[in-house]
């Protein structure tokens, strides 16, 4: 995604945010404000205290035309830890 998007979900104050796709962050890319490769980490995580899932396998999801369904995240208990596998669970009603 690019910084832009990271932004607006920090201006939303939203609590998460997912992609399918290994990065929130567009690779190859150096924030010229931030310096580095991840900001969007930096805004979201550190920043804002948002969230980030990736690699979401979404297909089947979308598939449903679901619009609403409760997500629930199971993460490793690493302490001391910025990030953990997860087993992401979308319950559709």
Not at 17 to 36: C, F, I, Q, T
Not at 50 to 65: C, H, S, Y
Request: net charge negative; proline share 6%; aromatic share 8%.
């Amino acid at each position: 995604m690019a910084r832009s998007a990271g932004e607006w979900a920090a201006e939303h104050e939203v609590y998460a945010v997912g992609a399918d796709n290994m990065s929130w962050d567009l690779p190859g890319y150096v924030d010229p404000v931030l310096g580095h490769s991840l900001p969007n980490h930096t805004l979201l995580l550190v920043r804002a205290g948002i969230l980030i899932f990736e690699n979401l396998v979404l297909d089947d999801l979308a598939a449903t035309g679901a619009r609403e369904f409760v997500f629930v995240s199971l993460p490793l208990k690493f302490v001391g830890a910025t990030g953990s596998p997860t087993r992401p669970v979308a319950i559709v009603t």
